[in-house]
């Protein structure tokens, strides 16, 4: 079975710093993705970064980075210069490429608040 | 291009009744995935169709059934409905088969039960 963990229920970060988000993920699948949500408080989820697991760069969109370190099983999202409007609930998820297996499973993620 | 949509966005029903939730995906694509989202349980994988036919389920009662047409929409019908239903419900849509592009969603239908 797929485990996603994200151990920060809520954080804050100064406008226009830089904030990580950890995840860690737990499969003894060697074919997966990682994936990162971000969820405003309207509901709609949306895609901010994917990495693959044999992908052998970090992947990057933008102000988003995904620290991918593999023998710690760790896909932490880094967001630089935060911005007001990144003030949401962020999910990290992951695909496995077992028979059969095609939904995400996701974290219970974190709260992230910018302050002014 | 259009975006998920999903139909209707809220939902108000009372204990035993049934509800049917819409969803209609990207245009071109193939595959539906359904997710209910609730503050106890976080974002839980209830079903996924590929070209009309269930590739995968989750562990949720049989209360709890989906379908997809030939036009790649989908329905989910929830029968008997209890109060522990009441959440978010989010359709996301992918283009290929393989499972391993970006999952767009939609902006989910909250259903509450009285």
């Known amino acids: 079975a797929q485990k996603i963990t994200q151990t920060q229920p809520g954080m804050f970060v100064q406008e226009k710093e830089a904030v990580t988000l950890d995840c860690t993920y737990d499969?003894?699948?060697?074919?997966?993705?990682l994936f990162w949500y971000k969820q405003p408080s309207s509901g709609e989820m949306i895609f901010l970064i994917y990495?693959?697991?044999?992908?052998?760069q970090n992947a990057t969109e933008g102000r988003y980075s995904l620290n991918f370190q593999k023998a710690r099983k760790s896909a932490n999202l880094v967001i630089s210069a935060s911005q007001l409007g990144d003030s949401a609930m962020y999910f990290c998820a992951m695909r496995v490429r077992g028979a059969g297996s095609y939904q995400l499973t996701f974290g219970k993620g974190t709260k992230l608040s910018v302050i002014p | 291009k259009a975006g998920v949509t999903q139909t209707p966005r809220y939902l108000i029903k009372t204990r035993g009744q049934q509800v049917t939730l819409s969803c209609s995906p990207i245009?071109?694509?193939?595959?539906v995935s359904w997710y209910q989202q609730t503050p106890g349980q976080g974002l839980q994988f209830l079903f996924e169709?590929?070209?009309?036919?269930?590739?995968n389920k989750g562990n949720f009662p049989g209360r709890f059934s989906g379908r997809q047409f030939s036009n790649s929409r989908s329905e989910m019908n929830v029968s008997t409905l209890e109060l522990g239903d009441s959440a978010l419900y989010l359709c996301a849509s992918s283009s290929t088969s393989d499972g391993f592009d970006e999952q767009f969603f939609g902006p989910g239908t909250r259903l509450t039960v009285l």
């Open positions: 499969t003894s699948d060697p074919s997966y993705g």
């Open positions: 245009s071109g694509h193939r595959s």
């Open positions: 169709y590929f070209s009309e036919t269930q590739r």
């Open positions: 990495q693959g697991s044999y992908d052998q």
